[in-house]
């Protein structure tokens, strides 16, 4: 079996480790039969991916943040490899949800001897999802975390606080299960798997393989209700504590007056005014 690691040098906030260095010799130590790429720009992983698996690699495992992730996840569909991951980035969430080991020697070690499985993959406005996607203060809080110039939870936690005071929930209507809901926007999650990352739960109950979206609705975030969800997303209480209002389902269309940005797996994407989410079941083979 054939294991090609494709690595973000970018990924991480330890960029003293010699990443390339530690995958050789645990990748080594377990007799794997294997080959380290590096990316070299934005949207590089994705074109890298699709020539390991055009080239025969059973398993593509993506080194780096959930953005490496998405990128080599979308760069798979449709072919016969698996999706590795050996977890580097500030919210792992994927990771975390698949149980994969956090520390690069358990990561390899799970890459190289591998079970495998399918997962069900979201799509937002055509665009693949593997954890999360969503619209509203997330998406925000994701675009100006990209222009803080660090990495890291206590840089997402400060620009999370800081943009707390600053944003409005947006009017929108949401269509799903044949019925329209009009409400307020604060927050509005679509959830494959159960979290954003770092073990902040948005959907605790989320299911990657039942053929169906978590939906988490928001409509408003008052101090008490702030205090809510924060403590709900951190225990994996939030489907249970009042503090937002949950639905499941594979197609989902969202329209509003106002632009509203979206992100996916935590990555912003831009401002729109129309969502379509919806799922692709098993889309995806994943060595767990």
Same mark, same amino acid.
């Given at each position: 079996?054939?294991?090609?690691?494709?690595?973000?040098?970018?990924?991480?906030?330890?960029?003293?480790?010699?990443?390339?260095?530690?995958?050789?010799?645990?990748?080594?130590?377990?007799?794997?039969?294997?080959?380290?790429?590096?990316?070299?720009?934005?949207?590089?992983?994705?074109?890298?991916?699709?020539?390991?698996?055009?080239?025969?690699?059973?398993?593509?495992?993506?080194?780096?943040?959930?953005?490496?992730?998405?990128?080599?996840?979308?760069?798979?569909?449709?072919?016969?490899?698996?999706?590795?991951?050996?977890?580097?980035?500030?919210?792992?969430?994927?990771?975390?949800?698949?149980?994969?080991?956090?520390?690069?020697?358990?990561?390899?070690?799970?890459?190289?001897?591998?079970?495998?499985?399918?997962?069900?993959?979201?799509?937002?406005?055509?665009?693949?999802?593997?954890?999360?996607?969503?619209?509203?203060?997330?998406?925000?809080?994701?675009?100006?975390?990209?222009?803080?110039?660090?990495?890291?939870?206590?840089?997402?936690?400060?620009?999370?606080?800081?943009?707390?005071?600053?944003?409005?929930?947006?009017?929108?209507?949401?269509?799903?299960?044949?019925?329209?809901?009009?409400?307020?926007?604060?927050?509005?999650?679509?959830?494959?798997?159960?979290?954003?990352?770092?073990?902040?739960?948005?959907?605790?109950?989320?299911?990657?393989?039942?053929?169906?979206?978590?939906?988490?609705? +928001? &409509? $408003?975030?008052?101090?008490?209700? #702030?205090?809510?969800?924060?403590?709900? !997303? /951190?225990?994996?209480? *939030?489907?249970?504590?009042?503090?937002?209002?949950?639905?499941?389902?594979?197609?989902?269309?969202?329209?509003?007056?106002?632009?509203?940005?979206?992100? +996916? &797996? $935590?990555?912003?994407?831009?401002? #729109?005014?129309?969502?379509?989410?919806? !799922? /692709?079941?098993?889309? *995806?083979?994943?060595?767990?």
């Amino acid at each position: 079996m054939r294991i090609c690691f494709i690595l973000n040098p970018t990924s991480g906030t330890n960029r003293t480790q010699d990443v390339p260095a530690l995958l050789t010799r645990y990748a080594t130590k377990v007799g794997a039969d294997f080959a380290i790429w590096l990316t070299e720009f934005a949207g590089h992983a994705e074109t890298l991916a699709q020539q390991a698996a055009a080239e025969g690699f059973r398993v593509v495992v993506a080194v780096g943040g959930d953005g490496t992730v998405n990128e080599v996840g979308r760069g798979l569909l449709g072919t016969a490899a698996a999706l590795g991951v050996v977890p580097r980035g500030s919210g792992n969430g994927l990771a975390r949800h698949l149980k994969i080991p956090l520390d690069i020697a358990g990561a390899v070690r799970r890459a190289c001897r591998p079970t495998f499985q399918r997962i069900d993959v979201g799509y937002l406005n055509g665009r693949p999802f593997f954890c999360t996607a969503g619209l509203g203060f997330d998406a925000h809080v994701s675009k100006m975390f990209a222009q803080a110039g660090t990495r890291g939870l206590s840089t997402y936690v400060k620009v999370a606080l800081r943009e707390y005071r600053r944003f409005r929930p947006t009017p929108v209507q949401v269509e799903l299960n044949n019925q329209l809901i009009d409400t307020d926007c604060y927050v509005l999650a679509f959830a494959n798997a159960a979290q954003y990352g770092n073990n902040a739960y948005i959907a605790p109950l989320a299911n990657i393989e039942d053929g169906l979206l978590d939906v988490c609705l +928001i &409509d $408003g975030l008052s101090l008490t209700r #702030a205090v809510r969800v924060g403590v709900g !997303l /951190a225990l994996g209480t *939030l489907a249970t504590s009042g503090g937002a209002v949950y639905h499941t389902s594979h197609h989902i269309l969202v329209r509003s007056t106002t632009p509203i940005g979206f992100h +996916i &797996d $935590g990555d912003y994407i831009e401002d #729109a005014i129309a969502f379509e989410a919806k !799922l /692709a079941p098993l889309a *995806l083979e994943v060595a767990v």
